[in-house]
């Protein structure tokens, strides 16, 4: 059984830090890219960083540069995102998923998680 599950969510004030992981199992890991989208009530769905197989590219979203750092470590099979200098505007469930090749689109990841909730206070 695929599994993609994110966990590290939670309530943090604004220039606050968060760290999300997201472990993969049933699904293999090592060869494929990896991402992190997110959706705020109302919006559709973004691209905030992907990650290669290799984890010798990375690729951000404008809005996080500078702020989230994507990593992985594929002995456990778990990607994380750290998050730093948190703003409102991040508040969001936040997913991860597996991808044929680095990219920022949705199209190109084929396994998803169910999410994690981050809010950011002002």
């Known amino acids: 059984q695929v599994q993609l599950v994110e966990s590290g969510g939670g309530l943090v004030q604004a220039g606050g830090s968060l760290r999300l992981s997201c472990a993969a199992s049933g699904v293999t890991f090592s060869r494929y890219a990896m991402g992190w989208f997110r959706q705020a009530p109302g919006k559709e769905r973004e691209f905030v960083a992907a990650i290669d197989w290799s984890s010798s590219r990375t690729y951000y979203a404008d809005s996080v540069k500078g702020r989230f750092t994507i990593s992985r470590d594929s002995a456990k099979n778990t990607v994380y995102l750290q998050m730093n200098s948190l703003k409102p505007e991040d508040t969001a469930v936040y997913y991860c998923?597996?991808?044929?090749?680095?990219?920022?689109?949705?199209?190109?990841?084929?396994?998803w998680g169910q999410g994690t909730q981050v809010t950011v206070s002002s």
């Open positions: 998923a597996r991808g044929e090749y680095l990219g920022g689109l949705p199209a190109q990841y084929d396994y």
